[in-house]
Nanobody, 121 residues
Framework: QVQLVESGGGLVQAGGSLRLSCAAS????????MGWYRQPPGKQRELVAA???????TYADSVKGRFTISRDNAQNTVYLQMNSLKPEDTAVYYC???????????????WGQGTQVTVSS
């Protein structure tokens, strides 16, 4: 079993900051790409940011320059630092991690439970 535990969501005023964390635990042999997605009310889930095992990053255009994704490989944790938050950033944020459990198995994607981020104007 692999568990992803997210934390750090909440209510913040526009212009404020939040830091999300997502830690993987359980049967983790290797972790590859890690990412954050979000799902605004009434909309589809979308990619916010992703980071490869080598540290390469990609961001949605809407968050470039405001959000920073990072990872701590020793702690199997991915972070999302969100600055200059806007009301349109309001959404449920989900982490997504590519985990390999055993050497003889292929990796697969796991999702966190989601954490609510609400930005008031």
């Amino acid at each position: 079993q692999v568990q992803l535990v997210e934390s750090g969501g909440g209510l913040v005023q526009a212009g404020g900051s939040l830091r999300l964390s997502c830690a993987a635990s359980g049967s983790v042999l290797s972790i590859y790409a890690m990412g954050w997605y979000r799902q605004p009310p009434g909309k589809q889930r979308e990619l916010v940011a992703a980071i490869t095992s080598n540290g390469g990053t990609t961001y949605a255009d809407s968050v470039k320059g405001r959000f920073t994704i990072s990872r701590d490989n020793a702690q199997n944790t991915v972070y999302l630092q969100m600055n200059s938050l806007k009301p349109e950033d309001t959404a449920v944020y989900y982490c997504n991690i590519d985990v390999r459990k055993r050497w003889y198995e292929r990796s697969r994607l796991y999702w966190g439970q989601g954490t609510q981020v609400t930005v008031s104007s």
